[in-house]
């Protein structure tokens, strides 16, 4: 079957990874601007294939697996390199990559359960902190000047601290969401079905 306009922008942005990590880690004149230009767009293709799905009425649950699977691969491709490149503490990058494993897992229990939680503003502004930042700091070497600090940090350290900021909400966020749908859904317990539901 032909993945139609939506999924192919989010196979589109799968296929830039290794073109990003192989031009932001390779030793090539110019190979961090190639990098940066790649995220950029496939960071933007984010916007798209939402965009489009919504107004041709495309939502389909290859799509719904798609998405948000290339936002966490992109976002975890950029921490590894960057770390690789030592512009990134390993523990933060570990922090971000162990949320979206987290919400990855609790997705699948949810789709078991014919559960669909939906993104929220923290989620949206989560993402937005994320790309920020990984741009920031792949342009950094070449284009900030260290002297450029704020009470003795950096530029990057401030967004850097932001993104973790706004991933640890937004994973709170989703698992309490998570956990108000899914404790009101029927349990099969031995043959029985329990009813959970509880209504406020």
Same mark, same amino acid.
């Given at each position: ?22 031009? %932001? ?13 790649? $995220? ?11 965009? $489009? ?83 920031? %700091? ?63």
């Amino acid at each position: 079957m032909r993945p139609n306009l939506p999924n192919s922008i989010s196979l589109f942005r799968v296929l830039m990874i290794p073109v990003f990590m192989v031009f %932001l880690l390779a030793d090539v004149p110019g190979g961090d601007i190639v990098a940066l230009c790649v $995220f950029v767009v496939a960071a933007a293709s984010d916007f798209l294939d939402g965009y $489009f799905a919504r107004r041709n009425q495309q939502v389909t649950v290859l799509g719904a697996f798609l998405d948000p699977l290339a936002d966490k691969l992109l976002v975890m491709a950029a921490l590894v390199s960057l770390v690789s490149l030592g512009d990134l503490s390993a523990w933060v990058a570990m922090v971000v990559i162990a949320r979206e494993l987290a919400i990855s897992g609790l997705r699948m229990v949810a789709a078991v359960q014919n559960v669909v939680i939906s993104a929220s503003r923290w989620g949206k502004i989560k993402t937005a902190s994320q790309m920020l930042a990984i741009a920031v %700091l792949i342009i950094e070497p070449r284009w900030l000047d260290p002297g450029w600090t704020l009470w003795g940090q950096t530029v990057s350290w401030y967004l850097v601290m932001i993104m973790l900021v706004f991933t640890v909400l937004s994973g709170i966020d989703y698992f309490a969401h998570a956990w108000r749908r899914l404790s009101g859904q029927v349990v099969v317990t031995g043959g029985r079905a329990l009813d959970k539901t509880k209504e406020d």
